[in-house]
T-cell receptor, first 116, second 114 residues
Framework: EAQVTQNPRYLITVTGKKLTVTCSQNMNHEYMSWYRQDPGLGLRQIYYSMNVEVTDKGDVPEGYKVSRKEKRNFPLILESPSPNQTSLYFC???????????????FGEGSRLTVL | AQSVSQHNHHVILSEAASLELGCNYSYGGTVNLFWYVQYPGQHLQLLLKYFSGDPLVKGIKGFEAEFIKSKFSFNLRKPSVQWSDTAEYFCAVNGYSSASKIIFGSGTRLSIRP
């Protein structure tokens, strides 16, 4: 079954304790992206990756890191989480983005993070 | 810069009522347009998409959207809503020359009274 898998789904942590949210897709998609969803603000892009070893900042990258060492995985790293990073996070992937063939985004189930 | 505006934050309708959700975008070039739906407690799913051709696009579950280039709009419509349409709806834009960015609107929460 084609899917995007995120872990953990729920996490409560404390300020400053490094954490990683994993994301894996089994559709051989080149494009992967992380979004955070906050009430009234919709989805805002954190980081994206066009392919292995190619990553770039989205609209709200501060406080986050990513890596893309393998095509299927795109972990989101919070080196020193702060309470303003409390949010619902979604990973998404697509076959192709941009130009005339922007593809459908496939989303993971979401990871609800609370930073105390 | 790309941006997407959804002016209706919360819409409440009765079953069988007609629906139109507004979406306006800002981008100085050719765009791809999307509507995604998020049912309560679930992840986003694609409802419909516009790449080119017929500006009236039909999606799943009886939804359709019309791309009006002169108005920079891509409004979502459904002739008769059902209780199961209760969800949050997001409009999204991807500019042809902006290979990486799919920008989402802030979403419209739709509540259907049975």
């Amino acid at each position: 079954e084609a899917q995007v898998t995120q872990n953990p789904r729920y996490l409560i942590t404390v300020t400053g304790k490094k954490l990683t949210v994993t994301c894996s897709q089994n559709m051989n998609h080149e494009y992967m992206s992380w979004y955070r969803q906050d009430p009234g603000l919709g989805l805002r892009q954190i980081y994206y990756s066009m392919n292995v070893e190619v990553t770039d900042k989205g609209d709200v990258p501060e406080g986050y890191k990513v890596s893309r060492k393998e095509k299927r995985n795109f972990p989101l790293i919070l080196e020193s989480p702060s309470p303003n990073q409390t949010s619902l996070y979604f990973c998404a992937s697509s076959f192709e983005v941009g130009g005339g063939r922007a593809g459908e985004l496939f989303f993971g189930e979401g990871s609800r993070l609370t930073v105390l | 810069a790309q941006s997407v505006s959804q002016h209706n934050h919360h819409v409440i309708l009765s079953e069988a009522a007609s629906l139109e959700l507004g979406c306006n975008y800002s981008y100085g070039g050719t765009v791809n347009l999307f509507w995604y739906v998020q049912y309560p407690g679930q992840h986003l799913q694609l409802l419909l998409k516009y790449f080119s051709g017929d500006p009236l696009v039909k999606g799943i579950k009886g939804f359709e959207a019309e791309f009006i280039k002169s108005k920079f709009s891509f409004n979502l419509r459904k002739p008769s809503v059902q209780w199961s349409d209760t969800a949050e709806y997001f409009c999204a834009v991807n500019g042809y020359s902006s290979a990486s960015k799919i920008i989402f609107g802030s979403g419209t929460r739709l509540s259907i009274r049975p």
